[in-house]
């Protein structure tokens, strides 16, 4: 099985919700480009990495593609 590393950096992407007056989760998490992209913020306190096999096109961490390529846990020492 081809090793998985995690080797890109993503972060939760939130968008204000003017009815609260809170940044709230979109539920998506990304790059800081494609959170860019999309007009989103970052949640800079969700700060993690990934394997970039894990990314759709746009940026965006796509669970189907989470499940093709998993990442063995706990990582080998």
Known sequence: MTE????????????????????????????RDAIGREKLAIDPGSWKYCPHQWLDDRG???RELSRKHPHSWPPAL
């Open 4 to 31: 998985i590393a995690n080797d890109t950096e993503v972060f939760d992407a939130m968008r204000f919700d003017a009815v609260s007056g809170d940044m709230v989760w979109t539920g998506r998490v990304g790059t």
């Open 60 to 62: 965006f961490v796509d």
